[in-house]
């Protein structure tokens, strides 16, 4: 069994500081932010454990997770994973970008 390694995406970090900003903002305070960087972090180490897990995109090598209202959008190689995108489900699917962010 391979053992993956992750990379994150500059674009897939700016997401989640993004979304993590967006929450402090809104709520006044930290604490969400920080339990839904743990949930998405725990998502992630459970993808290295289980890389098919996600679902399959139009893109063979590139999958998406879903943990609660987010997809983790990642791409699969040999023994790396590449997050490429944290996107929230709520927003305009015609908004999402995947095609750009993968690298060829």
Known sequence: ????????????????????????????SALYSKKLNSKINSSIKFIIKNPLIG?????VSVRAFITGDYQ?????????IIIIMIWD????????????????
């Open 55 to 59: 679902l399959q995109t139009q893109i």
């Open 72 to 80: 983790i959008i990642y791409e699969i190689f040999d023994d790396l």
């Open 1 to 28: 069994m391979v053992k993956h390694k992750i990379k994150w995406s500059i674009e897939a970090r700016l997401d989640l500081r993004d979304i993590l900003e967006y929450y402090i903002i809104r709520n006044k």
């Open 89 to 104: 489900c709520r927003r305009d699917p015609e908004d999402k970008i995947l095609d750009q962010r993968i690298k060829k």
